[in-house]
């Protein structure tokens, strides 16, 4: 298909610098693109004209428009003659310039049967360029003001679309946002929309304006027609689980210029139900468990730190008072600052475990609680913080507490009821000791420590000694926690 949204989107990836001609019928345009972004053109359709821009914008007066072919000077713009005899002034100059930039392009959009020729230039003659209007913007506005037309469905209905960089989704309009949700990663395009309740404009205009964005990645050919049937489920599947992975990644190395607005993908309007919402549905593409175990350790560790931002945000924007204060901390501290402080108290952490380990608990409990007044939204911070304190008597009131912290950050991990389990158990409340254990099975019914710990609640089996519980080695614990910062170096 040849279209100018597919052209904007290769300049705009490519960050391509030159001339993009087209032409249909008499109608020819000329669009100048620097590092990817619209800067000039040309055309010669009336309306589009700067001239008729600037008299329609109020710009002008009409006594200006009626003798504007006075002040065409070969070899010079027609704005800036207008400048000097102060028709105009810079600034509505440069409003008007931009409008008709956005003008020409969008215009383009309704067209699928013109003709395209993209020429490189490493620099203009002599141009100077006080305006540009971002490639992104003209894809959003050009696909959204275009009437539906059936070759966008002849170009997608045969590829299976799957969810790729998520820079642009904020942009997406709520109705464009429910169609992306429906992408799954498996089914042709041709299914999607069969199951589903959206019209045929919303549907594939918002499927063409994904790709457009980058947002997917199409597997299988664009313009096929859909024979039916899905692709090999297997090949797919193997596909699907690179992006994922990918995906992630990305979302990674963009964590150090993101704020909780925008990780969870909300803005500051947003309602504490808006914020939920957005946290459970970056839960189902982020959560850890989503992933191979089997992936490197490395890979792991990004993927945790990926969906702990998204956990920490959500914990602080549901809170009304929590909120507020990271609302003004925001105005105050660069995003980088906060990224700075969570990094120290990663390695404070890692301090602590390593005391931990070498059972100096008092130690291991002054670096914890430091790790946790540098970011208080780690769960895992304060499991280990319980569970040291859990070795020591004097702090299990301050375990039990931690421990519940730690429940209410991760409430679907086992780790958390297990611990509170335990400790209970060491205190002779058999009765709460059964009603935690019972709740780590329900988080993961497989979770066999914790089988082990209510099976010994059972008088009829052979009980374990308080001596060998308060003894818990730190391989007991490995199996507890699923932190690769708790393996051994």
């Given at each position: ?15 391509k610098q030159g001339q993009l001609y087209f032409q249909r019928g ?464």
């Amino acid at each position: 298909m040849e279209h100018i949204g597919i052209h904007l989107k290769k300049i705009f990836l490519k960050k391509k610098q030159g001339q993009l001609y087209f032409q249909r019928g008499s109608v020819r345009k000329h669009l100048y693109f620097k590092e990817g972004e619209l800067v000039f053109s040309r055309t010669n359709v009336p309306q589009e004209l700067i001239g008729e821009v600037l008299f329609r914008l109020g710009k002008i007066s009409s006594d200006v428009y009626n003798k504007i072919d006075e002040f065409i000077i070969p070899k010079r713009s027609i704005g800036e003659v207008m400048i000097e005899n102060d028709l105009i002034s810079k600034e509505d100059l440069n409003e008007g310039l931009k409008y008709q930039l956005r003008e020409v392009t969008l215009n383009i959009f309704s067209a699928f049967d013109g003709e395209f020729k993209f020429r490189e230039a490493e620099q203009f003659s002599a141009e100077t360029f006080d305006v540009s209007v971002p490639i992104p913007v003209l894809i959003e506005q050009g696909i959204r003001r275009m009437k539906y037309a059936p070759q966008l469905k002849q170009f997608l209905q045969g590829t299976v679309p799957a969810l790729k960089d998520r820079a642009f989704f904020l942009h997406l309009t709520e109705e464009e946002k429910e169609v992306y949700h429906a992408i799954n990663g498996t089914s042709l395009a041709q299914s999607l929309f069969d199951s589903s309740e959206f019209g045929e404009s919303v549907f594939w205009k918002s499927l063409y304006l994904f790709f457009c964005l980058d947002l997917i990645e199409l597997f299988g050919e664009p313009g096929t027609v859909a024979a039916g049937t899905e692709p090999d489920p297997a090949e797919n599947e193997a596909a699907i689980a690179d992006e994922k992975v990918r995906e992630v990644l990305a979302m990674f190395e963009r964590l150090a210029s993101l704020d909780y607005y925008q990780v969870l993908e909300v803005t500051k309007e947003s309602t504490a139900s808006d914020v939920k919402k957005a946290y459970f549905q970056m839960a189902r593409k982020y959560h850890p468990d989503l992933f191979d175990r089997e992936l490197p350790s490395d890979v792991r560790n990004k993927i945790d730190d990926v969906f702990d931002f998204i956990t920490k945000g959500y914990h602080i924007l549901s809170d009304e008072d929590k909120r507020q204060d990271y609302d003004k901390n925001l105005e105050k501290v660069p995003v980088q600052d906060r990224r700075n402080a969570d990094k120290r108290a990663e390695v404070k952490v890692r301090q602590g475990k390593t005391l931990y380990d070498q059972t100096r608990w008092e130690e291991a409990q002054v670096l914890l609680q430091e790790a946790i007044r540098l970011d208080p939204y780690k769960s895992s911070y304060f499991m280990l913080l319980a569970m040291t304190q859990s070795k020591m008597r004097e702090y299990h009131e301050k375990a039990v507490k931690n421990f519940k912290k730690a429940i209410e950050m991760s409430p679907w991990q086992p780790d958390g009821y297990l611990g509170l389990g335990i400790l209970y158990k060491r205190e002779g409340m058999k009765v709460m000791a059964a009603k935690y254990l019972k709740k780590a099975l329900q988080c993961d019914p497989d979770h066999q420590a914790t089988q082990r710990e209510l099976d010994e609640l059972d008088p009829s089996k052979k009980k374990r000694g308080l001596k060998d519980v308060f003894s818990m080695d730190t391989q007991e614990l490995k199996g507890m926690f699923k932190k690769d910062f708790f393996k051994k170096k």
